[in-house]
């Protein structure tokens, strides 16, 4: 597991409910069509449509376990937002704009010149004398 998956997840999950479908169909028509040209007397594509509806079925279920998490947190914002309010919002917005530089001031002190290093203070190196 890739740790942005808490990330990527939900995109996965909606992408698939999305997909899974249209794979299912994919894949039980090409199995009904080897099956109906390989007959021998046993329909076995069922089993393939079966476990397919079974896949589609979990994606739908995550797919909407997912939708309802971000129902449930845009909710819970809006409720957060009508309690305290645009004061509130304008508070972090001035805490963020006093602890994040700005950009001249980044761009000077990338642009300023390095400090000398510890080693080019003690002077030249001497070697030992022959």
Request: charged share 15%; no cysteine.
């Amino acid at each position: 597991m890739h740790p942005f998956s808490f990330i990527t997840r939900p995109v996965k999950d909606i992408t698939d409910a999305i997909v899974m479908p249209f794979r299912a169909i994919f894949v039980v028509g090409l199995t009904g069509f080897i099956n109906y040209f390989t007959y021998s007397g046993q329909w076995w594509f069922k089993w393939v449509a079966l476990g397919m509806g079974i896949a589609v079925l979990v994606a739908w279920a995550r797919a909407a376990k997912t939708l309802l998490l971000l129902a449930v947190v845009s909710f819970v914002g809006w409720k957060i937002y009508q309690r305290y309010g645009a004061q509130a919002r304008q508070r972090f917005d001035d805490w963020v704009a006093r602890t994040q530089p700005k950009t001249a001031q980044v761009l000077q002190a990338l642009r300023a010149p390095a400090p000398p290093s510890a080693g080019a203070a003690a002077g030249p190196a001497t070697g030992p004398a022959a």
